[in-house]
């Protein structure tokens, strides 16, 4: 089992910049891959980036190329998400998500963490 504690989050205003963080612990092993969803009010949950162990594959939403960057340190088994320039579409429940290879599939979620971005 992996357990994923998301943290970061808050209220910015448009312009604005956060970075969300991703703590895992248990089976590590097994969050080789690790990914950022969002989840916007009335809206299904959409992918916002994902990362590989190594970190030399990274995929991005095309909403957020230029202003998210997604990045790991494995001796913390922490995953990051430095978002800048936030708009307020980008206001959503933030969740971690991990799996143990490169896939569409995640076996383990964090609980969430909400930004909110004010116009």
């Known amino acids: 089992q992996v357990q994923l504690v998301e943290s970061g989050g808050g209220l910015v205003q448009a312009g604005g910049s956060l970075r969300l963080s991703c703590a895992a612990s248990g089976r590590t092993v097994s969050a080789a891959v690790m990914a950022w969803f969002r989840q916007a009010p009335g809206k299904e949950r959409a992918s916002v980036a994902r990362?590989?162990?190594?970190?030399?594959?990274?995929e991005y939403a095309d909403s957020v190329k230029g202003r998210f960057t997604i990045s790991r340190d494995n001796a913390k088994n922490t995953v990051y998400l430095q978002m800048n320039n936030l708009k307020p579409e980008d206001t959503a429940i933030y969740y971690c998500a991990a799996s143990s290879r490169w896939s569409n599939e995640y076996s383990y979620w964090g609980q969430g963490t909400q930004v909110t971005v004010s116009s």
């Open positions: 990362i590989s162990w190594s970190g030399r594959n990274i």
